[in-house]
């Protein structure tokens, strides 16, 4: 059994079973932040990242680990794959705090940022592994999200997406190509956006006559 599966089981239980018990008890022993982490609750580094706020939040990312994840763990195996999974999370958790852009008793929680660290290596190393469930090469969907959080929503996304840089270039001699196809991609994707968008914009008052 792939080790992507059981970290997805875990993020289904942990959260399915947390929404149940009592909020403060939760952000308590279960959420991270720089307080809890101070008062020694330093597992709650790793329960986080297994925990989810709402059933949208666990679904949208849940998606996002089975495509990235099973990609990369059939490249790197399982023991790289977890060292990437929770080094990226650590790392997201543990920067922002750190840094003083989030209060001391600031909750966080969720794979997001260890997601995003998957989808990094991804597109440095097979950014054409095609997704049926997304339609589209695994490059452009990860560069897609990537620029997404950067331009609308600033959060541990981020951090896990350029934690993921420097293990996809120690992974794969070809890189640099790889960036170049996935930046090309996205310039196509856009290219097409704004071709339709044209098309529709002129179109669309015609059609009101």
Known sequence: MRVNYLLI????GLSLWAWQQDPDFIDTNFVFSWNNLLAGRVWTLFTALFLHASPTHLFGNMLFLFVFGNTLEKMIGRDYHLAVF??????????PPALGLYAPDT???GASAAIFTLAACVMLMNPLKFSFLFMAPQGLVAMFYFLYNIALVYDPNVIGFTVGIPFGISWSKRWPRNLLITLGLFGIYLAILAILATFFGLRLPLGLL
């Open 9 to 12: 089981l875990g993020c289904v």
């Open 86 to 95: 929770f080094i990226g999370g650590f790392t997201a958790f543990l920067v």
């Open 107 to 109: 909750g966080m929680l």
